[in-house]
């Protein structure tokens, strides 16, 4: 598992709760109570027992995360599982191969930027 998800501890974000996560803590399939109609991914956010020690949003559940392999970087992987799975698959550790071709729901990519107050100028900022 990344830097991101665990910290320099190996913290792991999946497992606030000791074994299992609770269905407040990550949009897994008893978040909603297994209900079809509720079922989707939730604002990125929402579950803050999910998010690791950098403060990176939804290490477990909501959408799985599209990424890329280690070994093979044209192999895409995704990892930490979705709202409609059960919570032993809404893990960040949890990652496997998938289509390079899929759309879907259940699937995003991680977006990382600096944030910009209105009115000022950090354009260099990361740089």
């Given at each position: 598992?990344?830097?991101?998800a ?12 000791g ?7 990550a ?20 579950h ?34 979705c ?13 496997q ?31």
């Open positions: 598992m990344g830097m991101g665990c910290g320099p501890r190996r913290r792991r974000p999946d497992l606030s709760n074994d299992h996560l609770e269905p407040d803590e949009n897994f399939d008893l978040t909603y109570g297994r209900v079809l109609t509720a079922f989707g991914p939730d604002a990125v956010g929402t803050l027992e999910s998010d690791s020690v950098y403060g990176v949003h939804d290490m477990a559940g909501n959408v799985w995360e599209i990424t890329s392999s280690h070994s093979d970087p044209k192999q895409p992987i995704v990892r930490g599982g709202f409609f799975q059960v919570d032993i698959v809404a893990r960040a550790m949890n990652r191969p998938d289509l390079a071709d899929r759309r879907d729901a259940y699937y995003g990519i991680r977006v990382c930027a600096t944030y910009r107050e209105e009115g000022t100028d950090n354009s260099n900022e990361g740089i």
